[in-house]
């Protein structure tokens, strides 16, 4: 069962971290690029080592892996800060479609 369980934690996983694959391939500019990345990426990567800590059996393992999942989890939320503070100071503007109101 625990197998079972840890594939689909994998299955979701991967189908996350393909979705911040595609946005960042498809979305039009920097920032939103950035937000497809940090998001899916983080989130794919927490259910995979789910599906990790799962299959272990450990909980010193799986507390391990958590850390390291929150370790990530920081890193990402920095980096992507770090890389559209520099977008903002060499002014790359954000990508202005749709309806606009006022």
Same mark, same amino acid.
């Given at each position: 069962?625990?197998? +079972?369980?840890?594939l689909?934690?994998?299955? !979701?996983? %991967?189908?996350?971290?393909?979705?911040? !694959?595609? /946005? +960042?391939?498809?979305?039009?500019?920097? &920032?939103?690029r950035?937000?497809?990345?940090?998001? #899916?990426?983080?989130? /794919?990567? /927490?259910?995979?080592?789910?599906?990790?800590?799962?299959?272990?059996?450990?909980?010193? =393992?799986?507390?391990?892996? %958590? +850390? =390291?999942?929150?370790? !990530?989890?920081?890193?990402?939320?920095?980096?992507? &800060? +770090?890389? #559209?503070?520099?977008?903002?100071?060499?002014?790359?503007?954000?990508?202005?479609?749709?309806?606009?109101?006022?």
């Amino acid at each position: 069962m625990m197998s +079972l369980l840890a594939l689909l934690c994998f299955g !979701v996983g %991967f189908f996350f971290i393909l979705a911040g !694959v595609v /946005g +960042l391939l498809r979305f039009p500019d920097l &920032y939103t690029r950035i937000h497809a990345v940090t998001k #899916a990426d983080n989130l /794919g990567l /927490g259910f995979i080592l789910a599906g990790v800590a799962l299959l272990s059996g450990s909980m010193l =393992v799986a507390l391990k892996l %958590f +850390l =390291v999942w929150i370790l !990530v989890l920081f890193a990402g939320a920095i980096s992507g &800060y +770090l890389i #559209a503070r520099e977008g903002h100071r060499q002014s790359i503007k954000p990508l202005e479609k749709g309806p606009r109101h006022g």
